[in-house]
């Protein structure tokens, strides 16, 4: 298909949204429950060709992406009908003295035509998370899943092929014009998920049009652990979420910031963890729950970064290799020295650097000379040294004594800080997300307000009183 063409086609479809929209505006709790419910029956019904789709694309186990993609969506269908009508109610606010005789409200009102641009990575969740919020709020969408995962997206269209006109939701698959011809539209909000630097670009193309825009972006996630650290179970914790999903993940833990004296023991326990978990009993790494890497050109990066690290004098205690399919063992790095490459950019695999430090104000200095990090992992048995590190390093959210669990709590707000991201999603803050939240004032036959009308003559007295009232 040309440039014209595309352009042409997703034009159309972008044409029937804008017009559709106004019709959705008005749409009810219940209509866009019944939405969600049809969106819940049509995964249910695909479940078998979703599994095999992530299985082909990342070579997910069914255990895996039933836990991280699959039941995570049925979690957010659940809690967004349980809580729909709640967030959709205007809410009564209070009143100054202008306005005291008012009603004043907060009313949220569907944006209009969304973009959702989603990653590879978790295709199939971070692609239905925010499509959930955008029906929940009333929303037309276009989608546009990556080309990477390119399995999971073509199971993605022909749900919602099924299940949407696209005049309301329509997923359009392909390459780096679909998504450059998209972004040229005037949508009223763009959501986006994937890199920083593509990020940038996202929100480049949004200022051309002022559309409001969702960034969850990534960034280096580290770890840091106090002299009161529990080893053995922070091993194992880091293990798993370092590991899942062979570390493409955007909150995965980046590196580890650990106590000089601790470093041999984290490093016995975090070996032993990796066995455990993702190793058979022979020792082979066991491909039957552990991912491989989405792409060569990923793979060879990834690569690279461990040999630059090496070459600048880390040692590689562990792993690293990479076979013919894709996978990459899993890799451990000490005396990997701060101004590496591989601790200046996000790794985004399986590759562990572990640095040192002597007292707890070098290990925040590192974390706060790089960009806000969309996630802080902190273990300590120290409820001051938490309070303080939490005090003293921003970023998107923070997880005490785990990792990536935060993510689960449809009651948090999950998003990041300036370099890894803007705006938040899940729950009602994905609600919030695609909505506007509109100020409504119901003025009653009197009103206070009419005492500050010109002519101002023997008005002072009321000046004063409202200087001591406000």
């Not at 995570?72 to 709640?86: Q, S, W």
């Not at 559309?211 to 293990?239: F, N, Q, R, W, Y």
């Not at 601790?262 to 070996?271: A, G, P, Q, S, T």
């Not at 880390?314 to 013919?324: M, T």
Request: proline share 4%; net charge neutral.
């Amino acid at each position: 298909m040309n440039k014209e063409t595309l352009t042409d086609q997703i034009g159309l479809i972008f044409e029937q949204q804008q017009l559709f929209k106004y019709e959705l505006r008005s749409s009810s709790a219940q209509e866009r429950i019944k939405k969600l419910y049809k969106l819940r029956a049509l995964i249910e019904s695909h479940e078998d060709l979703i599994y095999a789709a992530l299985e082909k694309d990342l070579r997910k186990s069914r255990s895996e992406a039933a836990i991280s993609e699959v039941l995570f969506i049925y979690g957010e269908i659940a809690f967004a009908i349980r809580h729909l009508r709640k967030w959709m109610n205007p809410k009564q606010v209070g009143r100054s003295m202008t306005n005291f005789f008012a009603k004043s409200t907060i009313t949220y009102q569907p944006k209009g035509t969304a973009l959702i641009i989603s990653p590879w990575n978790y295709p199939f969740q971070l692609t239905m998370s925010p499509l959930i919020s955008a029906i929940a709020a009333g929303n037309c969408v276009i989608l546009k899943p990556s080309e990477h995962s390119s399995f999971t997206s073509a199971v993605i269209g022909e749900i919602l092929t099924k299940g949407f006109d696209q005049r309301e939701v329509a997923c359009i698959e392909g390459e780096q014009p679909v998504s450059e011809a998209l972004l040229e539209l005037p949508f009223d909000h763009i959501f986006f998920t994937g890199s920083p630097a593509v990020g940038k670009l996202v929100m480049q193309a949004a200022s051309r049009n002022l559309s409001s825009v969702t960034l969850e972006l990534g960034g280096k996630s580290p770890v840091i652990l106090d002299e009161t650290a529990d080893l053995e179970m922070t091993a194992h914790k880091v293990a798993w979420g370092k590991l899942i999903n062979a570390g493409q993940t955007c909150i995965a833990p980046d590196y580890v910031l650990l106590p000089k004296d601790k470093r041999d023991e984290f490093v016995n326990y975090y070996l032993k963890a990796i066995k455990s978990m993702f190793f058979t009993e022979d020792g082979q790494l066991d491909r039957t729950v552990y991912a491989k890497i989405i792409n060569q050109k990923h793979a060879n990066r990834l690569v690279s970064l461990i040999a630059n690290a090496t070459v600048c004098g880390a040692k590689l205690c562990e792993g690293g290799q990479l076979d013919d399919d894709l996978t990459l063992s899993p890799a451990l790095l000490i005396d990997v020295k701060a101004d590496n490459s591989i601790m200046q950019e996000e790794i985004f695999g399986p590759i562990l650097p572990i640095v040192t430090y002597e007292d707890l104000q070098e290990a925040l200095a590192l974390i706060n000379r790089a960009e806000k990090p969309l996630a802080l992992y902190i273990f300590s048995n120290n409820k001051s040294n938490i309070q303080y590190i939490l005090k003293q390093v921003s970023s998107g959210g923070a997880c005490v004594n785990d990792v990536l669990i935060h993510v689960s709590n449809p009651h948090l707000p999950f998003g990041g800080v300036n370099g890894s991201g803007m705006g938040s999603c899940h729950g009602q803050f994905g609600f919030k997300a695609f909505s506007h939240e509109r100020a409504v004032m119901f003025q009653s036959k009197f009103s206070v307000s009419t005492l500050i009308y010109p002519p101002y003559a023997k008005k002072s007295k009321v000046f004063k009183l409202l200087k001591r009232w406000i």
